[in-house]
């Protein structure tokens, strides 16, 4: 479809980009300004950010009810403490992604379900910034509020969860589960580690 976003859509974007030794990462940032060639766009200072120029890059673009992708050129990227500056070239077209932005991709990390004096140790069997699905050893009772604590390299997610159901398929046990009140930090933790798998897969892919 033809890029017919104005300002007022947009909530905010995520730009996937590579670093200089082409390990993917993902800035979320607002556009401060929305023009027929050029988008201008903002995220709060955390880092010095060494990115090679210009790249091509996939941007996306979060509405209130639904989600657009699109590849597009990096073209200039401006530390200035508070804030990190971007310039891209508009895109000419989008493709719709979905109608929520949390897609589910599967990995296989730690994870530490606690409830009720118990504390299992469980491996995810897949992800996204909403939920979670985990691999148990054992059918067991799981009550409705649990807490989940995801053992990603450098830091931790901790967050409650709502139990959600219990299936078993290919002889694999999968319990899923609601994040509750999960803060924005830990969502965008996810969603980087969420980008960061399909990036590898991908790479692995093509070798």
């Given at each position: 479809m033809k890029f017919n976003l104005n300002l007022e859509n947009i909530n905010y974007i995520k730009i996937v980009y590579n670093d200089s030794d082409g390990v993917g990462h993902y800035a979320?940032?607002?556009i401060k300004r929305l023009g027929e060639k050029e988008i201008f766009a903002c995220m709060k200072y955390e880092k010095e950010l060494r990115?090679?120029?210009p790249q091509e890059v996939s941007i996306s673009f979060a509405c209130d009810n639904a989600l657009y992708s699109?590849?597009?050129?990096?073209?200039?990227?401006?530390?200035e403490d508070p804030y990190v500056y971007f310039t891209l070239n508009t895109p000419q077209e989008l493709e719709y992604q979905q109608n929520r932005e949390y897609f589910r991709v599967k990995m296989e990390e730690d994870v530490l379900l606690s409830f009720a004096g118990t504390v299992m140790p469980c491996k995810i069997y897949d992800i996204s910034a909403n939920g979670i699905r985990l691999k148990l050893d054992k059918d067991i009772k799981i009550p409705e509020n649990v807490m989940i604590d995801i053992l990603f390299s450098p830091k931790n997610v901790k967050t409650k969860a709502?139990?959600?159901?219990?299936?078993?398929?290919?002889?694999?046990i999968k319990a899923s589960f609601t994040f509750v009140n999960i803060s924005?930090?830990?969502?965008?933790?996810?969603?980087?580690?969420?980008?960061?798998?399909?990036?590898?897969?991908?790479?692995?892919?093509?070798?």
């Open positions: 979320k940032a607002v990115v090679p120029l699109a590849k597009t050129t990096l073209k200039l990227v401006e530390n709502r139990f959600i159901r219990t299936d078993k398929e290919d002889g694999i924005e930090s830990s969502r965008d933790i996810i969603s980087q580690k969420c980008i960061q798998k399909q990036l590898n897969d991908r790479r692995r892919a093509l070798m």
